[in-house]
């Protein structure tokens, strides 16, 4: 049986002899923006590393608790502290479809951690929420609060201070960053990522989408809707369109906290179960490579992350890690929501990650994928067609990635452009087929989905970064095709999505252009939802020839394409961000060619008083929303990542937007 950390065979990436020039610039000044809080950061772990596993330090009666429930031999096995635990922390839910496959997780991945020498406790649960049934309702108020409570909640799991390495069960939308912030916070221990794969195909996502125009225009009944959706999420696994839940899985693999390959295997079938066995045995070397550790000084214990069974998962997710993540986010025309979590994402380990670094690097990252909404493919398409394993190493190639990384497979994100594959024998556990890695198609085997560096289907990676009078927001341009990517019109003002969807039922909307400014909708305001709901009716007057577009400070899901939306834009209204002050018919630019947010009269405009609240007191009672006074009132701007928590130390001041346009 091969297993990921074996040495790269032949037919690997040819590496060029320099990275791109912006790569490495990009690179080089986040490093220097980042020196100061990632030493602290580096020093904290290396702390928490230098005594050995902490369970050996544990009072006796801590450490009874700890074992108390544990069979006889695993009693004595945690008592002897010869064997590695490893803690699994779980997002088990019957509400996420992509969740619910880790019901049977924790007893396969302890089975074959014990098979691989190990032990294994399951640490604790997080909540998971389904952006897709609070979608346009009062939970998605609590969305991307969730993402920070996932933190703290994977924090207190691992708190208990018995592990020695960690097994992380999640897969949607801010599940994963949560997750990973949380381990962040034991950066010291090696961790791995478990996904569950998406759902089989269903229903195409265009189809679906086209039933919900037809929808929102009164052309389909309720029934033909709910039929067509029901279509299309079917079954267990990830939802198939490209939004931030596959984005989460694709950029944990190009982080290197995936097995190489594992991210887009469906459920239920024997490469997943084999796929999830390897995790868990991987997971038991990585921990047996961080023994021995006790009181080396911190330049040798940086040094041994170097070595292919080190891998403390704050040192895998480093600068050029986070870099590498931004480009594959880009060139696979990634969700918007992480312009937000990779940042969050990044502090999380000390390293200042910016717009600007994120506009710059699309500048010259190519857009290589086509998978809904950029275009009719879903994930297995593109799994198909050579997956994360070609993109890889065609980004590789042309200099776009950073090679010399260390990934929960060995040093090395060429170990990332191999698939794994059941080979037939007596060799693998009860007698099923082993697995091995092989290296993966050296071409697209659909250009129609998937394309070379050398042949991209556009120059860039598809989003930028917008500036001007109104403030900074980012625009997902993939979708959106050319002749509607600048839109100046008159504003139509609302502070509440329903609002703008009563307006669009009564007609109001009809027979005219206009830039739709949806405020007080930050994360201070009433915790940044989704606005996925807006887009159907944008679709039908687009359809119809006006010119439109959307501008706020929330958030639109990755699901959401073709009409152009400027969004999370800092400062937001409730903060005295300029859109407070816009008023209907004040005419406004959205010029994703240019960069700019522009606002005529601009002067006149930020001169006015602002008009509009976000919501106060009982507006914000029912749904639990009345627990998360304390986010509203802490979270910072979406640029910062939108999280309550403070980074190491005071990050540096961005370069304002306009020398950036």
Request: aromatic letters at 4%; glycine letters at 10%.
């Amino acid at each position: 049986m091969s297993t990921p950390e074996t040495p790269a065979p032949s037919g690997a990436p040819v590496l060029p002899e320099r990275l791109h020039p912006v790569l490495e610039e990009v690179t080089e000044r986040i490093v220097a923006r980042s020196a100061g809080s990632r030493a602290a950061y580096l020093a904290r772990i290396a702390r928490a590393a230098e005594t050995g596993p902490a369970r050996g330090r544990l009072a006796c009666a801590n450490l009874a608790h700890g074992f108390a429930a544990s069979d006889p031999a695993e009693k004595a096995e945690l008592r002897s502290g010869v064997k590695p635990n490893l803690a699994v922390v779980t997002s088990y839910n019957d509400m996420l479809s992509a969740h619910q496959p880790f019901e049977t997780y924790p007893r396969q991945l302890k089975k074959a951690v014990i098979g691989a020498g190990g032990l294994a406790q399951v640490a604790g649960g997080v909540p998971a929420m389904c952006d897709g049934v609070t979608q346009g309702r009062a939970g998605m108020q609590l969305s991307l609060y969730s993402r920070d409570v996932i933190a703290m909640s994977a924090a207190i799991a691992l708190s208990h201070d018995m592990f020695d390495g960690a097994l992380m069960l999640g897969v949607c939308d801010k599940i994963v960053p949560g997750l990973l912030i949380g381990a962040l916070s034991f950066g010291h221990l090696p961790t791995v990522f478990v996904p569950a794969g998406p759902m089989t195909s269903g229903l195409p996502n265009k189809e679906k989408a086209a039933v919900r125009q037809r929808y929102a225009e009164g052309l389909a009944s309720r029934e033909e809707l709910l039929e067509a959706e029901s279509a299309s999420y079917h079954s267990r696994g990830t939802c198939t369109f490209y939004g931030t839940a596959n984005s989460n899985q694709l950029l944990m693999e190009v982080l290197g906290l995936h097995l190489p390959g594992s991210s887009f295997v469906n459920p239920g079938t024997e490469l997943r179960e084999a796929l999830t066995d390897a995790a868990a045995a991987r997971s038991v070397a990585l921990a047996r490579g961080s023994a021995g550790l006790a009181g080396l000084p911190l330049g040798e214990w940086s040094q041994r992350a170097a070595q292919p069974d080190r891998a403390p998962v704050g040192e895998v997710v480093d600068e050029k890690a986070i870099v590498n993540a931004c480009v594959a986010l880009l060139a696979s025309g990634g969700s918007t929501n992480h312009t937000m979590h990779l940042v969050a994402m990044a502090r999380a380990a000390g390293i200042v990650l910016t717009w600007a670094d994120l506009s710059d690097l699309s500048a010259v990252v190519p857009s290589l994928c086509r998978i809904y909404p950029n275009g009719s493919a879903d994930v297995n398409h593109f799994h198909a067609a050579g997956g994360i394993g070609f993109l890889v190493r065609t980004l590789l190639e042309a200099g776009l990635l950073h090679d010399d990384v260390q990934t929960v497979a060995g040093p090395g994100l060429s170990r990332y452009t191999r698939e794994p594959r059941l080979v037939e024998g007596p060799e693998g556990p009860e007698g099923r087929s082993s697995l091995e890695w092989v290296e993966g198609t050296p071409a697209s085997l659909d250009t129609d989905v998937l394309r070379p560096a050398s042949d991209p289907f556009a120059p860039d990676g598809g989003l930028r970064v917008l500036g001007g009078p109104l403030g900074s927001a980012v625009i997902k341009t993939s979708a959106v095709k050319p002749e509607h990517r600048v839109v100046t019109a008159p504003a139509v003002v609302f502070d509440d999505q329903a609002d703008f969807l009563a307006a669009f039922a009564a007609h109001e909307l009809d027979d005219r252009d206009f830039v739709a400014v949806i405020r007080y909708q930050g994360p201070a305001a009433n915790g940044m939802p989704e606005l996925h709901k807006l887009t159907p009716a944008l679709g039908v007057l687009q359809d119809r020839g006006h010119a439109v577009a959307i501008v706020t400070d929330g958030r639109m899901s990755g699901a959401s394409g073709k009409v152009p939306a400027a969004i999370h834009v800092t400062p937001e209204a409730a903060l005295g961000g300029a859109l407070a002050r816009v008023r209907d018919g004040d005419v406004v630019t959205v010029d994703a060619e240019r960069g700019l947010l522009g606002l005529a009269d601009a002067e006149t405009v930020l001169a006015r008083p602002a008009t509009g609240s976000a919501p106060q007191g009982e507006d914000w009672a029912g749904t639990g929303r009345e627990l998360f006074s304390a986010f509203r009132a802490t979270v910072g701007p979406a640029n910062a990542g939108a999280s309550v928590f403070p980074a190491y130390d005071a990050p540096q001041q961005e370069v304002p937007l306009a020398q950036h346009v």
